[in-house]
């Protein structure tokens, strides 16, 4: 079984973690991450797009010349769908794009999610991760240390860790999620996944209560 290192946020080495992804789930099901993410980014689609009807356009309703006798084509208000500055002949409303997936679906995308980071190498295990106060500066120094540094990251521990995350806000790529608000779209859009050794403790026990989802 594959071994992980497991560093300190100095950057030294103090000991392995050992799990591969198979552990999270049977196998990885490519559609299922896709049909997650794209009801993710549909989710934070806002719809207030929206543009007017001729009755809602602001102009005249005078019928632009008389009917018959000029030697052009009719025409009604200025208002029409087919002059500039008229209204939209099939105008966009509102709408609202979110929908959801079963939870156990989801449940199980952000399992495969975790388990391809693993499979990809794309995984650094730190064992803990804690800050006596929140400073940006510390954060961005264990990072460095643990080469995290220059790339799009998402850093996950056990629980809500308030000094982390105020830590870690104010870095250009970097977001914080407690392993329970892990889902398949944060952490496909990171480039690298720091995680602790007791959240990916906390993966590995889901997986076992939740299933191992080997119909997906």
Same mark, same amino acid.
């Given at each position: ?41 549909? #989710?934070? *689609?806002? @719809? $207030?797009? !929206?543009?007017?009807? &001729? ?10 010349? =008389?009917?018959?006798?000029?030697? #052009?084509? *009719?025409? @009604? $208000?200025? !208002?029409?769908?087919? &002059? ?10 509102? =709408? ?6 079963? *939870? ?113």
């Amino acid at each position: 079984m594959p071994k992980f290192s497991v560093h300190d946020v100095k950057g030294k080495k103090v000991g392995t973690y050992t799990i591969e992804p198979t552990d999270l789930v049977p196998r990885i099901n490519k559609q299922l991450l896709h049909d997650a993410v794209v009801m993710y980014q549909a #989710n934070q *689609r806002q @719809g $207030s797009h !929206r543009t007017k009807t &001729r009755a809602e356009v602001s102009g005249t309703t005078k019928k632009l010349y =008389r009917q018959k006798g000029t030697g #052009n084509a *009719r025409a @009604g $208000s200025r !208002r029409s769908g087919i &002059r500039r500055g008229g209204g939209h002949i099939h105008n966009i409303r509102r =709408r609202d794009y979110s929908y959801s997936l079963p *939870r156990k679906a989801l449940q199980l995308a952000t399992r495969m999610a975790v388990a391809a980071k693993i499979r990809d190498d794309e995984v650094t295990i730190v064992d803990k991760l804690e800050f006596a106060e929140p400073k940006t500066r510390d954060m961005a120094s264990a990072l460095e240390h643990l080469g995290c540094g220059s790339q799009k990251l998402l850093i996950s521990t056990a629980a809500y860790e308030q000094n982390v995350y105020k830590s870690a806000r104010n870095i250009n790529q970097v977001s914080v999620s407690p392993a329970a608000e892990l889902n398949a779209l944060n952490i496909l859009s990171a480039n690298r996944l720091l995680i602790t050794t007791e959240a990916l403790d906390l993966l590995k026990e889901r997986a076992s209560t939740q299933g191992n989802g080997a119909k997906a």
